[in-house]
């Protein structure tokens, strides 16, 4: 018989499950692993982890013969079909209590089902999204679970070992909720990374085309912003690359300007209308994905359609400045949408989120880590209800101090024909967000009007609903009153 003596098992030895593997076993824990490509299996055993408490093995049996009870099993294998596949293969070899891990970029409705599932064979579920890219999961990821909470108290112990610390040692994982909660964190998670990038690439373009600034200005422009509040893992990337040189050239110049995705951008607007939340930021950054990939199409058009003729005229040091207020003040209302939407779901959801423990999940090892997380966790912490981080005091005082800067930079956008679709759309909806009244009652009426929708009043109790006949010819009969 086969001794048990690996604390956890993971499937998947490409460049995540590998540097994951070796985050354990960096951390004292003892790893046994399995590949569908055994040479992958035999390559890594001999290469990377060569002398770490790492086991090789060369079928699922084998691998879970070599686990500790209760047994757990990580999956870092392509979200979808695959995953479904692994778990069918697994769960015969499973008793009650073992646990499944998925670290994939699942869907969360596909993790919820799981979780179901596996629940009545007794097997305990963890979906869990992982964020850091390869350096991450290497040095310290974070790391969002969610699923069968019994689990928790058996993977606790070896996530938050592996996890990105806050700079008060605090692990930046910790449990999320149940079903496909972990999932879905981490898809929000991704949607805010989608606004972020597109705002940063909006931010480049108006100081590139508008200004004509050259590389080596925007990456000594954009080290300077990563002093302030903008602070972050992005702002600190961007400005290397636009450092980096092949052969004496910059080589961001010659990188095709079309933007691929793989999913979970679109998944979070997808899930913001279904929820009739006004995620209107993460859906213009995907669109700019889209439109950017129609590469031929804009090329033919630029010889065709005429744009704005006008040139930048004012102070280029203010309106650096100007962009940088722009940005930090378009990303508070990334977050601040991220955070409603998550807010609606939890509730629909029956989640019970904990909206500072996923900010402070947020503050390292992911794509999205900035100084600004923090802010998000102290807001959390004192009004855990929070409606929005616009109406939090830091947050508000905030965006007041950049907003002249914010209309300003728009307006420019708008008269030197550069798009800025999500500096565009974040202080629409900020405009939006602050009115006590909209035209919605025009819209409303028009909707009564061609389909006796009918309508609430001003001057009646909420919850009830008319109905005119416009015309005097349309009949006093509404249709019923639904929202979808």
Known sequence: ???????????????????????MADHGFTVAVFNRTTSKTDDFLAGPAKGKSVLGTRDVKQLIGLLKRPRRVMLMVKAGDPVDEFIDELAPLLEKGDIVIDGGNSHFPDSQRRYEALKQKGILFIGTGISG???????????????????????KSIFQAIAAKSEANEPCCDWVGDGGAGHYVKMVHNGIEYGDMQLICEAYDLLHRGLKMKNDELAHTFSQWNQGPLDSYLIEITADIFAKKENGKEIVDHVLDVAGQKGTGKWTGIDALDRGMPLTLIGEAVFARCLSALKEERVAAAQILGGATAQFQGDRNVFIKQVEQALYASKIISYAQGFMLMRQASAEMKWDLHFGSIALMWRGGCIIRSKFLGKIKEAFEKQPQLASLLVDPFFAKEIGRCLDAWRQVVAHAALLGIPSPCFSTALSFFDGYRSATLPANLLQAQRDYFGAH??????????????TNWTGRGGSVSSSTYNV
């Open 133 to 155: 890219g390869e350096e991450g999961a290497r040095h310290g990821p974070s790391i969002m679970p969610g699923g069968n909470s019994e689990a928790w108290p058996h993977v």
């Open 454 to 467: 009918t309508y609430e009043r001003t001057d009646k109790p909420r919850g009830q609903f008319f109905h």
């Open 1 to 23: 018989m086969t001794q048990a003596k690996a604390d956890i098992g993971l499937i998947g030895l490409a460049v995540m499950g590998q540097n994951l593997v070796l985050n």
